[in-house]
């Protein structure tokens, strides 16, 4: 195994030692940065995360959302919302909350740690940002 999966490991490892149940993504976004994650990048069709670290690229593969050939719903920036407000309120996992992205016509997104902010694109790219607070582990 090399340095960055053992690194990104102990840092997603840490990350569920101190993250809240309601409004826990800043807390794990904030474990990942200072574990040198730089971005994270998320295909949501094929639920690929890429994360960018200090130590090199890390790709990890969950369970697809589609097989086979699929129309892409339109891009919808208020259900987009509605996903968010939910998963920051403890209301979904994080898989429900990937599918909640799809539905609301999210092809990708972008976590900027460094940043804090998060970008959803559609397949046309529209987009919406958002910015998370910055919390102390």
Known sequence: MNDAITNLRAALERAEDVRPAVGGFPHLAETL???GVTHCRMAVPSNAMLYLTAYGPVAVQGEPLITGMTGVPDFDSGAL???LRSDQAGETTFPEFVRGCWKAG??????DLGARTCTYVGASGDSYREEYAAVTL
Do not use: F, L, M
């Not at 999210?106 to 976590?111: A, D, N, P, S």
């Open 81 to 83: 919302v509605t996903a």
């Open 106 to 111: 999210v092809v990708r997104y972008e976590v």
């Open 33 to 35: 940065r200072q574990h």
